[in-house]
């Protein structure tokens, strides 16, 4: 019997059959007028995805790149509560479940899903996508509005992704509270931006205010130890391109790289990174450079020569965001 398909190749094949009948200019088009409405200063108060060649357009384009900046946030979660597996998980604004298919790649197995999100043509497809799924077939997708009327129940874990740009500095303070109180576990990712980074300090600081531990991707529970201003945290998700991604951005090569800030946290113990690559290494003639936030906490950049032996050879295959030194 051949196993099933990764989460990630099944849902690019989902993902594949959307704009069939569509017009490609037709769906570009409508890329380009949401990606417009999503960059706006002022959060709207109406849904932007308003119907389902909105939906499919924009799930085609958008989805590969929030799973993989998602799915990233959850692995760098996932080795520092390497014995914890989520039961229940509840997505909030999650549109068309693109975090439901990243939890599912990072753990796998069936557990009850909640998609929440007000834009009833978003969820609509999303149930669509994932009948390819089987672990994804009993998803629950209820319309909410999200905000500060927002109730949450009780559940393992929750994510928030590509939400807080969209809500009032009043909805966002209500969301991550609401989300603090109902789960075990948050994750919030943000496009990486400096009003992303933002945005995820202001809801770190409210989940270590409610008790929380982060997992990641700081080493620390302890306050940023970049100057507001000077820089932000952000990271980066590699994500291959579709015809659709080639005629909105031009250009050909076949990815693209999402960059994006997260933070995870947990109501229960942690085992977070030692320290975390924060920049793209730097490969030079027998060393690496490597930009590190440290456990102190601090921002350090540390070279490793040939002289480290294997550790200069981890050096050399480490990746932006990853942890450091690697696991034996």
Not at 209 to 217: I, L, R, S, Y
Not at 252 to 269: C, I, T
């Amino acid at each position: 019997m051949n196993a099933p398909a990764p989460p990630a190749e099944t849902l690019r094949a989902a993902l594949a059959g959307l704009l069939d009948g569509l017009p490609p200019r037709q769906a570009a088009q409508a890329v380009e007028r949401l990606i417009a409405s999503y960059r706006g200063a002022t959060p709207t108060d109406a849904p932007i995805l308003r119907d389902r060649a909105d939906v499919a357009a924009y799930a085609a384009y958008r989805m590969p790149a929030t799973f993989e900046a998602v799915r990233s946030a959850l692995e760098a979660f996932a080795e520092a509560v390497p014995r914890w597996v989520p039961g229940a998980h509840t997505d909030v604004g999650g549109g068309t479940g693109a975090a439901a298919w990243a939890v599912s790649a990072t753990w796998g197995g069936k557990r009850p899903v909640t998609v929440l999100d007000w834009a009833e043509p978003a969820l609509a497809l999303g149930r669509e996508i994932a009948a390819a799924d089987p672990a994804l077939r009993d998803v629950r997708w209820q319309r909410s509005r999200i905000g500060a009327a927002l109730t949450l129940e009780s559940t393992d874990l929750i994510t928030v992704s590509y939400v807080l740009n969209e809500l009032t500095a009043p909805d966002r303070t209500a969301l991550v509270d609401a989300a603090a109180t109902a789960a075990q576990a948050v994750v919030i990712v943000e496009p990486g931006t400096p009003d992303g980074y933002a945005r995820v300090i202001e809801a770190r600081d409210r989940l270590i205010g409610a008790g929380f531990h982060v997992a990641a991707p700081c080493p620390h529970s302890a306050a940023c130890p970049i100057a507001p201003g000077t820089d932000w945290c952000h990271f980066s998700a590699r994500v291959s391109r579709s015809s659709l991604h080639r005629q909105v951005k031009g250009g050909s090569l076949p990815y693209e790289d999402e960059k994006f800030s997260y933070v995870a946290a947990a109501r229960f113990p942690v085992t977070p990174a030692p320290s975390r690559v924060v920049r793209r290494p730097q490969i030079r003639k027998g060393q690496v450079l490597l930009d590190l936030c440290e456990t102190e906490p601090s921002l350090h950049r540390t070279t490793v020569t040939k002289r480290h032996g294997d550790l200069y050879k981890a050096a050399r295959d480490a990746d932006w965001g990853d942890a450091w030194p690697p696991a034996p």
